[in-house]
């Protein structure tokens, strides 16, 4: 099994920057699927940022450019960090991570961009 933990939401300005942190229970060098997702009210969750198997990172068209995923050197912790945040960033921000064929969900953090 794996735990994910997201944090770091919170309310801020438009135009203004978040770091979100993922801390997962195992070392996501060893995870498939890593990545960032988002959802807001009564919309589906949709894919922000994510590393493909080669740790290329590869971004939704709406973030590129603004957002950054990264890990930390022992890869137990996945970073989105993101700038020149809008109001259309506001949702639920979620960090997903596949091991053996079962996908892994944590609780999500809300963030919330004022105009």
């Known amino acids: 099994q794996v735990q994910l933990v997201e944090s770091g939401g919170g309310l801020v300005q438009a135009g203004g920057s978040l770091r979100l942190s993922c801390a997962a229970s195992?070392?996501?060098?060893?995870?498939?699927?890593i990545g960032w997702y988002r959802q807001a009210p009564e919309t589906q969750r949709d894919l922000v940022a994510t590393?493909?198997?080669?740790?290329?990172?590869s971004y939704a068209d709406s973030v590129k450019g603004r957002f950054t995923i990264s890990r930390d050197n022992t890869g137990d912790t996945v970073y989105l960090q993101m700038n020149s945040l809008k109001p259309e960033d506001t949702a639920v921000y979620y960090c997903?991570?596949?091991?053996?064929?079962?996908?892994?969900w944590g609780q999500g953090t809300q963030v919330t961009v004022s105009s």
């Open positions: 195992r070392s996501t060098n060893r995870l498939s699927g």
């Open positions: 997903k991570a596949d091991l053996w064929g079962v996908t892994y």
């Open positions: 590393f493909s198997r080669s740790g290329t990172p």
